[in-house]
């Protein structure tokens, strides 16, 4: 399985108009917002403005099926929003068990706008430095040791969540995974099923697939009952 994911998630125009949103927001320093004492950057301050951008991004991730079939979740937490200066850096760090499953890192300036910034993961034993074209996003495994290189020039804009997936035991994950992706197979195949009787769609793969994944859900989908203030998916 692999332990991190590269995909696309929000438009060129959805990141401009979040983008025209910041000077508009309250920002605080990171440092005081949570987290390693020594990260340097600014977060933004939850209020109505902050509410409109955090729903932009949020939106991306639930119309991404990549983002979606590779975490199974169950929910998303609000979106941390970072700027980076010259000098901003977080050094290296694992995050809190209790976030989630997975965390992402969406970026939102273009790499040549600023030097240095990458996101630098422990991955299979190596660091792997990532600095993502804007709208992209990279999710990996909370618990990942991670840090930000110093930024030297520009600033580095970027949108941090949290994701909860709907199964805790890694291999019962792996199988939903997979199930969906079968079902994403036939969806692609744009088969046109209306005319098949009440027998042939309950033979047909794609009820079948979505019958065992329903069932999957049924038994072991208990993270929405922790009730956590996050975005339901």
């Given at each position: 399985?692999?332990?991190?994911?590269?995909?696309?998630?929000?438009?060129?125009?959805?990141?401009?108009?979040?983008?025209?949103?910041?000077?508009?927001?309250n920002?605080?320093?990171?440092?005081?917002?949570?987290?390693?004492?020594?990260?340097?950057?600014?977060?933004?301050?939850?209020?109505?403005?902050?509410?409109?951008?955090?729903?932009?991004?949020?939106?991306?991730?639930?119309?991404?099926?990549?983002?979606?079939?590779?975490?199974?979740?169950?929910?998303?937490?609000?979106?941390?929003?970072?700027?980076?200066?010259?000098?901003?850096?977080?050094?290296?760090?694992?995050?809190?068990?209790?976030?989630?499953?997975?965390?992402?890192?969406?970026?939102?300036?273009?790499?040549?706008?600023?030097?240095?910034?990458?996101?630098?993961?422990?991955?299979?034993?190596?660091?792997?430095?990532?600095?993502?074209?804007?709208?992209?996003?990279?999710?990996?495994?909370?618990?990942?040791?991670?840090?930000?290189?110093?930024?030297?020039?520009?600033?580095?804009?970027?949108?941090v969540?949290?994701?909860?997936?709907?199964?805790?035991?890694?291999?019962?994950?792996?199988?939903?995974?997979?199930?969906?992706?079968?079902?994403?197979?036939?969806?692609?195949?744009?088969?046109?099923?209306?005319?098949?009787?009440?027998?042939?769609?309950?033979n047909?793969?794609?009820?079948?697939?979505?019958?065992i994944?329903?069932?999957?859900?049924?038994?072991?989908?208990?993270?929405?009952?922790r009730?956590?203030?996050?975005?339901?998916?």
């Open positions: 399985m692999d332990n991190y994911l590269e995909v696309d998630l929000l438009s060129k125009e959805t990141i401009d108009s979040i983008v025209d949103y910041f000077p508009l927001c920002w605080q320093s990171g440092s005081e917002n949570g987290g390693h004492r020594h990260k340097i950057n600014l977060e933004m301050v939850k209020d109505e403005n902050y509410d409109v951008v955090d729903n932009k991004l949020i939106n991306g991730f639930r119309y991404s099926r990549d983002a979606k079939t590779f975490t199974m979740p169950s929910s998303l937490t609000a979106t941390i929003f970072s700027k980076m200066g010259v000098g901003g850096q977080y050094p290296i760090h694992t995050d809190a068990s209790f976030l989630g499953h997975y965390s992402m890192t969406t970026f939102l300036s273009n790499p040549e706008d600023y030097d240095g910034g990458e996101l630098q993961l422990y991955l299979n034993g190596s660091i792997k430095s990532f600095k993502l074209e804007r709208g992209r996003c990279i999710i990996y495994h909370t618990g990942t040791p991670h840090a930000v290189s110093k930024v030297t020039r520009g600033e580095r804009l970027v949108g969540n949290w994701i909860l997936s709907s199964y805790i035991d890694t291999d019962l994950r792996d199988i939903a995974r997979n199930i969906k992706r079968m079902m994403d197979y036939y969806s692609d195949l744009n088969e046109d099923t209306s005319e098949l009787s009440y027998e042939e769609m309950m047909h793969p794609q009820f079948i697939l979505k019958d994944l329903t069932g999957f859900e049924r038994r072991f989908d208990t993270i929405k009952s009730g956590m203030d996050n975005n339901m998916l």
